[in-house]
């Protein structure tokens, strides 16, 4: 059974870090291009970053570029995301999802709940 | 990133066909082949339920199905139920989101 289970949410200040894991098993990791996608109280999916199957590949949604670094451990079958500079509007719950191919979003972690609070 | 547009709301009865509109301005008319659908219920985590416009994912029902024309993507649930009252969103190549329809069973 896919299994995608993220850790690492919590609250910080405008300004502050985190780093978001995902751990993911069921599956084999390494050839899956995986994302992180996120979630603001009340509102819509938006997708932030995805990373292809050997990490040679990295894209950002535009308002997290330069800030914001998506990264994979293949060897331990972890995803995981730095989030720099967070800003309030940042405050959501962050999904780790596996992408099957062409925007196939076929397994969805029960994410992780960061809070940017001013 | 440009906008795929949907409606805010739909509903129906128990029994009934309802079809939510999925609408990429700009989007290009290729990265509409890809277009997936998500049904999120409160509190949980998003659900694949179509991908690539109508192919549904092993154990979703079918009375999901799902049709493209040109940049306008359909969602139809047929034999509406009221497991079936949720959010949805569609998702296009590459990457972005709708902005989500509530579906509601009266």
């Known amino acids: 059974e896919v299994q995608l289970v993220e850790s690492g949410g919590g609250s910080v200040p405008p300004g502050g870090s985190l780093r978001l894991s995902c751990a993911a098993s069921?599956?084999?990791?390494?050839?899956?291009?995986m994302n992180w996608v996120r979630q603001a109280p009340g509102k819509g999916l938006e997708w932030v970053a995805s990373?292809?199957?050997?990490?040679?590949?990295?894209d950002y949604v535009d308002s997290v570029k330069g800030r914001f670094t998506i990264s994979r451990d293949n060897d331990n079958n972890f995803l995981f995301l730095q989030m720099n500079s967070l800003r309030v509007e940042e405050t959501a719950i962050y999904y780790c999802?596996?992408?099957?191919?062409?925007?196939?979003?076929?397994?969805w972690g029960p994410g992780t709940l960061v809070t940017v609070f001013s | 990133q440009s906008a795929l547009t949907q409606p805010r709301s739909v509903s129906g009865s128990p029994g009934q066909s309802v079809t939510i509109s999925c609408t990429g301005g700009?989007?290009?008319?290729?990265?509409?082949?890809?277009v997936s659908w998500y049904q999120q219920h409160p509190g949980r985590a998003p659900k694949l339920i179509l991908y690539?416009?109508?192919n549904r994912p092993s154990g979703v029902s079918i009375r999901f199905s799902g049709s493209k024309s040109g940049n306008t993507a359909s969602l139809t649930i047929s034999g509406l139920q009221t497991e079936d009252e949720a959010d949805y969103y569609c998702?296009?190549?590459?990457?972005?989101f709708g902005g989500g329809t509530k579906v509601t069973v009266l």
């Open positions: 999802v596996r992408d099957s191919g062409w925007n196939r979003f076929d397994s």
């Open positions: 998702c296009s190549h590459p990457s972005l």
């Open positions: 990373v292809n199957d050997d990490a040679t590949q990295k």
């Open positions: 700009n989007i290009e008319v290729d990265g509409f082949k890809y």
């Open positions: 690539e416009v109508s």
């Open positions: 069921g599956f084999n990791f390494k050839t899956f291009w």
